[in-house]
């Protein structure tokens, strides 16, 4: 190799080395080189910049070492010892360097930074010398010379790469701060940073970069810390050439902009202070894409647990805030995604994302709804406190969420939450107290209809609410007192959990004892029905049947897996045993293993619902003695939030439920020891729990614990002659099932009540009737032949017959069981004992039924004042005629009474539903309903629900309607379940009520003009009301087959009263209008019928062959008025003085005669012809009405809802003007007598006038058209018939709700919604001057009117001009005139005004102020 020319100093002629150092040149060896060149940096080394003698005499050396040959050594070791002598002379001759030459500098710091790469090996022998080198250029700032040259950033490029990969984590901490210093003054010193060298920094920022070298990751990190004035305008440039103006090619990290922009800010967020406005302007692209990564980027940076960015950037956060509402789904997606740590990092900021989240609650995704919920449960699980009461309430909503996910994450979320504070109390009592609506709202939930959801709640029982894997002291008091905390709702779904797996054992333990019975067909129908029973508890009930046949089979092949279940179902089978057996049954049917096993997991559903995890012996041993200390003091009542008085009334209470589903549990002495105690109590309540459970479990007391027998009978008599009601009624029944000798001690007990019977002292009469009356009902052959004579000269002579006190005249129709006079109410049990004699007998031999049953019409027609002596006062009269309606009812359930039932009884018994007191017909359709729904009542009793049509309650119609769907489905159920009951369809069949609904209707007391559009109006919404459940679907040819039935009838004549041509005549109109409105519902009624329908010959005579009843009998003008509810225009006499005028107002349109609408558009008896047609009955007095309060007649409406109308308070008790007069009520019943002059309005706020006349028979419920605002205007004929022109035309030709589609728009619920909820329609008429809102009856569809819909219900200026009158008429008395309640249909008013010389009698119009 060629020696090259060195650079030689002037005046010197060869190279000066340092003493004993040799001529270095390329004729030796590399070892030799390297030895010497060792001296030469020792030289070097030792030098410092005033030696300027040495610095002169080696310059010559300095410049050779710059020479190629050193530069491109091979040799490593004499590299680096050229580089250390290098890094030497640049710090000897600063600032100026011996070199002049631009290349020869780019060349030697270029060499420099290669040898920088032996920094990687700290282990190496030659490390030290790395460290100097790199300590000498950090010290010196030798790189600062670079800055003169042209193309100094490729060096300094180089240099920033080989430092970056070169770091690890083997290198201390002076190794990092001299590169950091030699990286930090290059960019501080330096005019700028260019985008080539910035990209050299930031790609160890990338994650993928990041994860590979975290050192070099923390080197990049600090240097930007220590450089972030100097570097932020660069870096503002660059993102502003990607993010702005879109120059991705700018940087090979443009496509990293995102992860860049966060680990820039998690650095330090000044580097990013001009960056953040540019990141609004990427939240509104127009790419959703890109919207989605901005979201992403800024989601973190918000997030970020120290982060201020959202106080420092308000208009960034804003605008962030507002892609919560994003079209993206994506982007909705990921924003409720962020709110989870932003909620934990950032508790601040709970009150911006509350509204946020409520809106993305209802999201249509669900995926955004479950999320939703995930983001509130995660900030709540980690601190209660970081979650709102608002926020716990979007998941409170979401746990009725159409969407199974949606609803179980919400409940289990709930379930975590109340495990974490209240049970374990992790956050103290406040905490504790602010969820403490979660145990009740998730009991709550076992009212669903799905069978997920009631699984899902049993488990959520087990394994949060008391988990079952406590010890068995801890389970108890964990299970006494959240009973005790329990609302009467939540106790009554936890009840029904622990009787439907009480049910569910029963079953099971059938089918294993027909698996005991040799095979046979029979018995092989028999298990398969026990086997559908079974599958119709677990999920997916389709499934459920395939694996139910194969676990069937399985049970029928191996006996050990029959003993296993037979000891789990076992009344003896503890809670230990139980999870043993669970364990067993699941491992022998665990093989073969498979990943996922949809058998076994159906199994498990199954053995988790029979299994007995909670209750056993031992349990309610624990359960007896935390009651015991509750009854001592000595309990921890007080510290669980409950008083010991109610610890002991519920503990009761939960030992009674319990009693039923595991009555041998109770078979201790020590447990009746305490319900000794109990009863001893002066807590009615409570001695009357303790006297039931003694009934249930007390069957083994008589032979086992003869010491409990001795101490119980005398308490039981004394209960049962003078304990409470319902303490009697339990000590009867006690008596009779745990005792052999009960004749004996029933006739103890019936001796000494029978002859203490005094009428003249009411109040010692209830608990001795109440008594009688169970013991002649549970003893018929003992006791009959004394309780006839009782019930002849005491009962009915003495006590019914009789009024020896007057009633309190209050005007009220209901009162509180406190206020009932005791008269009254000995006679209530009177009727009752009445009817249980009857059912203990069970037969008709001595005609007493009979004279029983004529009694309770009889009260009926009297309205409940028997005597008729004027002296019962009105609650206690609505008293009398409900308890006459159950009787009635009550020996209908008994075949033998039902046959002599006659239809003129059956119809009294019947129109109680339609009492003029709203509590008498809630409670006998919750009477009706429980009877129909467990198939005790003839199905002619579900014919009675039609009548709630015309029930001016909505919320009345509503019950009415749901319990029509239960019934109806429950029969056909049974009718799929129950092979033989395809012998009795016609008892079954929910089709065959039409006949009997047909004859109820034609036989309305109110049905007296059968051509009249009013009453066939009427007559068509009662048989729409049933017939819309019924014609739900065309099961079978359902709808052919209802058509024939009504066609058959036809061809019938009444047996009521067959010769009575008017009779014959309605039931022949009310068929022709059930034929009207069964065609109009369904295009495959005309089709052939399935089978000839049966009639039941009590209500219809069948006539001759030769009879043939073709006769339309529903004229064609009728039938278009039923059709478009629209009734003939007369001739416009008056037009020209009446001319209509538009005036700003508002007018409610409502049900009328007999019943009319109280509320809005959610009523559920959509009628299939007038969805949205406007009712009106130009005979009814105007009654003003509240619908903001959906108020009843009654003043003790128990359904107005407090919040709204909290406004009206102060006018609650306002008595009605003086002048104001009630109209005479329409009677129910027997045809009334002349009606007198109408009485005045009781005062003190009376709920309803007082009838005018001395009628007789049952009232009908009233029209409640009043409001706090109405007015009442009278309106003559020819202008009501004008009005009614104006109402919307339907079409029946279609199907579904029938509404006129011209003009009309359709309005679809919005996804996310709870189910369940009516639909309505709400029709916006805009007028002249100002809006109008009419409600509608609600209907399949929602549908909005267009604006010339809207322009035909404008009002005319004398119905303004009358309201503004009536207006100033009634300041002060809106609320008193809103109480007032007409009955039937009523006369008109005497009040009205004069228009003209003529008495204008108008609407009600509701008339809205413009202020």
């Known amino acids: 190799m060629e020696f090259p020319q060195q650079q030689k100093p002037a005046g010197e002629g060869k190279i000066v080395y340092p003493p004993g150092v040799k001529e270095i040149t390329d004729k030796i060896s590399n070892d030799e080189v390297v030895k010497r060149l060792k001296m030469v940096v020792k030289t070097y080394m030792d030098m410092d910049q005033d030696s300027e003698e040495e610095k002169q005499q080696y310059l010559s050396l300095a410049l050779h070492l710059a020479s190629e040959f050193f530069l491109r050594n091979p040799n490593k070791d004499v590299r680096l010892l050229v580089a250390c002598c290098l890094a030497d002379i640049f710090r000897i001759y600063a600032p100026e360097a011996p070199y002049t030459s631009h290349d020869k500098l780019k060349d030697i710091f270029l060499f420099i930074t290669r040898q920088l790469k032996g920094l990687e090996d700290t282990k190496s022998p030659q490390f030290n010398r790395y460290f100097y080198l790199l300590e000498n250029l950090a010290w010196v700032k030798s790189y600062n010379i670079c800055f003169e040259l042209e193309d100094c950033n490729e060096i300094f490029i180089q240099l920033f790469k080989t430092l970056f990969s070169v770091i690890n984590n083997s290198h201390n901490q002076k190794v990092q701060m001299h590169m950091m210093d030699l990286m930090s003054s290059i960019i501080m010193e330096g005019d700028g940073v260019t985008q080539e060298l910035l990209d050299t920094i930031l790609i160890n920022l990338i994650p993928a970069h990041k994860n590979l070298n975290k050192q070099a990751y923390d080197l990049a990190k600090t240097l930007l810390k220590r450089t972030v004035q100097t570097i932020e305008t660069c870096i503002a440039n660059f993102f502003n050439q990607v993010l702005v103006m879109g120059k991705s090619s700018v940087s090979d990290l443009s496509e990293h902009v995102f992860d860049l922009i966060q680990e820039l800010f998690a650095i330090d967020p000044m580097l990013l202070t001009s960056v953040m406005p540019q990141l609004e302007f990427k939240l509104k692209s127009n790419d959703g894409e890109e919207r989605l990564a901005v979201v992403r980027l800024l989601a973190k940076l918000f997030g970020a647990k120290d982060s201020e960015l959202a106080s420092q950037n308000r208009p960034l956060w804003q605008c962030f805030l507002g892609r919560f509402n994003d079209i993206h789904v994506p982007v909705r997606l990921e924003c409720v995604k962020f709110a989870s740590h932003c909620l934990m990092n950032h508790p601040d900021l709970a009150r911006d994302l509350t509204e946020y989240l409520k809106v993305r609650s209802h999201d249509p995704e669900e995926a955004i709804r479950h999320d939703v919920i995930v983001t509130i449960i995660n900030a709540g699980k980690k601190d209660l406190n970081l979650v709102n009461d608002q926020l716990l309430g979007f998941v409170r909503e979401r746990t009725l969420d159409k969407r199974w996910r949606v609803r179980k994450e919400a409940m289990m979320g709930l379930a975590q939450l109340y495990k974490k504070y209240c049970l374990h109390h992790e956050a103290g009592k406040e905490s504790a107290q602010k969820i403490s609506w979660i145990k009740d709202k998730l009991l709550h939930i076992y009212y669903q209809n799905s069978i997920d959801d009631k699984l899902l709640v049993e488990k959520i029982f087990a394994q949060y609410m008391v988990p079952h894997s406590l010890d068995t002291e801890e389970k108890m008091k964990c299970l006494y007192y959240l009973y005790a905390c329990l609302d009467t709702n939540a106790v009554k779904a936890l009840n029904e959990m622990w009787k439907c797996q009480n049910m569910l054992r029963g079953l099971v333990k059938e089918l294993l004892d027909l698996h005991k019975l040799p095979v046979s067909e029979s018995n092989n129908t028999a298990m398969f029905g026990k086997l559908m029973s079974i599958a119709k508890n677990l999920p997916d009930a389709g499934k459920a049947q395939d694996f139910m046949k194969k676990f069937n089979q399985v049970l029928g092949e191996d006996e050990k897996l029959r003993v296993q279940l037979e000891m789990l179902i076992s009344p003896t089978c503890s809670c230990k045993q139980a999870e043993i057996c669970v364990r067993e049954i699941t491992r022998k049917l665990t093989f073969p293993k498979q990943p996922t096993n949809p058998f076994l997991e159906m199994v498990k559903f199954l053995l988790e619902r029979i299994a007995p995890v909670h209750i056993d012996s031992e349990a309610i041993s624990a359960l007896v003695k935390l009651l015991n200390k509750s009854i001592e003091g000595t309990a921890d009542d007080d510290e669980e939030g409950v008083t010991p008085d109610t610890a002991i009334r519920s503990g009761l209470e939960l030992l009674k439920v319990l009693s039923f589903t595991h009555p041998t549990a109770f078979h201790s002495a020590e447990t009746y020891e305490s319900l000794l105690q109990c009863l001893k109590m002066e807590d009615d309540k409570v001695a009357e729990a303790a006297i039931q459970i003694f009934r249930n479990t007390g069957q083994k007391i008589e032979t086992e614990l003869q010491q409990i027998r001795s101490t119980l009978i005398p308490i039981l008599h004394q209960k049962a002659k003078r304990g409470t009601p319902h303490q009697a009624k339990q000590a009867v029944h006690c008596i009779h099932a745990i005792f052999n000798n009960k004749e004996v001690q029933l ?665």
């Open 747 to 1411: 006739a103890q007990i019936f001796e000494p009540l029978s002859r203490s019977l005094n009428a003249d002292v009411p109040e010692q009469l209830i608990t001795p009737l109440v008594s009688l009356g169970h013991i002649s009902m549970l003893a018929p052959d003992q006791f009959a032949s004394p309780m006839k004579s009782i019930v002849a000269n005491f009962i009915v002579k003495d006590l019914l017959m009789n009024d020896r006190s007057v009633g309190n005249k209050n005007g009220k129709l209901w009162t509180t069981d406190e206020e009932v006079s005791p008269e009254v109410l000995a006679k209530v049990q009177a009727i009752k004992l009445l009817v249980r004699w009857l059912l203990g007998m069970k037969n008709n031999q001595s005609k007493s039924a009979n004279s029983t049953l004529r009694l309770l019409s009889a009260m009926l027609v009297s309205e409940g004042d028997l005597t008729e002596q004027k002296k019962i006062s009105k609650s206690d009269m609505s008293r009398l005629r409900l308890a006459a309606g159950g009787a009635i009812m009550k020996l209908a359930q008994e075949p033998c009474y039902h046959d002599i039932i006659t239809p003129e009884q059956f119809q009294l018994c019947g129109l109680v539903i339609n009492d003029e007191c709203y509590q008498v017909r809630q409670i006998f359709a919750q009477k009706l309903h429980l009877a129909l729904v467990k198939l005790l009542l003839p199905l002619e009793y579900l014919a009675v629900f039609a009548l709630c049509a015309k029930d001016p309650v909505k919320e009345r119609r509503a019950h009415a309607r749901q319990c029509l769907l239960k019934n109806i489905s429950v029969r056909r159920e049974y009718i799929k379940q129950n092979p033989l009951a395809q012998e009795k369809l016609v008892s079954l069949l929910p089709e065959y009520v039409v006949p009997y609904m047909i004859h109820l209707l034609a036989h309305d007391p109110d049905f007296t003009k059968p051509h009249e559009y009013e009453q066939l109006k009427d007559i068509k919404e009662c048989l729409w009301f049933m017939l819309e459940v019924l014609m739900t679907k065309n099961e079978n040819n359902s709808h052919a087959f209802l058509r024939k039935m009504v066609e058959n009838i036809k061809q019938t004549k009444d047996a009521q009263c067959p010769d009575d041509a008017k009779a014959n005549e309605k039931l022949y109109i009310v068929c022709d209008v059930a034929l009207f409105v069964i065609a109009n519902k369904s295009t495959a009624c005309h089709l052939d019928s399935p089978k000839d329908p049966v009639l039941p010959s009590k209500f219809f005579l069948i006539q001759d062959k030769d009879f043939k009843n073709d006769k339309e009998y529903l004229l064609a003008d009728m039938r278009q008025m039923l059709l478009t509810g629209k009734q003939p225009k007369p001739a416009p006499v008056l037009g020209a003085v009446n001319k209509p005028l538009t005036v700003p107002g508002r007018r409610i349109f409502t049900k009328t005669t007999p019943a009319s609408d109280t509320a809005s558009n959610t009523s559920t008896n959509s009628s299939p012809l007038s969805s949205s047609t406007i009712n009106k009955n130009s005979n009814s007095n105007a009654a003003t009405e509240a619908s903001e309060s959906r108020a009843q007649e009654n003043n003790e409406n128990p359904v107005i809802k407090i919040d709204e109308v909290k406004k009206d308070e102060p006018s609650l008790n306002m008595t009605p003007d003086a002048g104001t007069e009630a109209s005479p009520v329409k009677r129910r019943g027997r045809p009334p007598k002349t009606a007198a002059a109408p009485v005045a309005a009781e005062k003190e706020g009376a709920a309803a006038p007082t009838g005018g006349g001395a009628g007789r028979g049952r009232k009908r419920a009233a029209d409640s058209n009043s409001s706090a605002e109405s007015i009442t205007i009278k309106m003559s004929k020819q202008q009501s018939q004008n009005d009614e022109g104006t109402k919307r035309q339907i079409d029946l030709q279609s199907r579904g709700p029938f509404v006129s589609r011209e003009k009309e728009k359709v309005r679809m619920r919005e996804p996310g919604e709870e189910t369940g909820r009516a639909v309505g329609t709400v029709v916006v008429l805009l007028g002249s001057e100002g809006e109008t809102e009419i409600e509608l009856e609600s209907s399949p569809e929602g549908v909005i009117c267009d604006r010339k819909d809207k322009e035909r219900y404008s009002l005319t200026q004398g119905q303004t001009s009358c309201a503004a009158m009536a207006n100033r008429n009634s300041q002060g008395d809106t609320k008193s005139t809103r109480r007032r309640v007409l009955f039937g249909r009523q006369g008109e008013n005497n009040s009205g005004e004069k228009a003209g010389g003529l008495a204008v009698k108008r609407k009600p119009v509701k008339v809205k102020s413009r202020l």
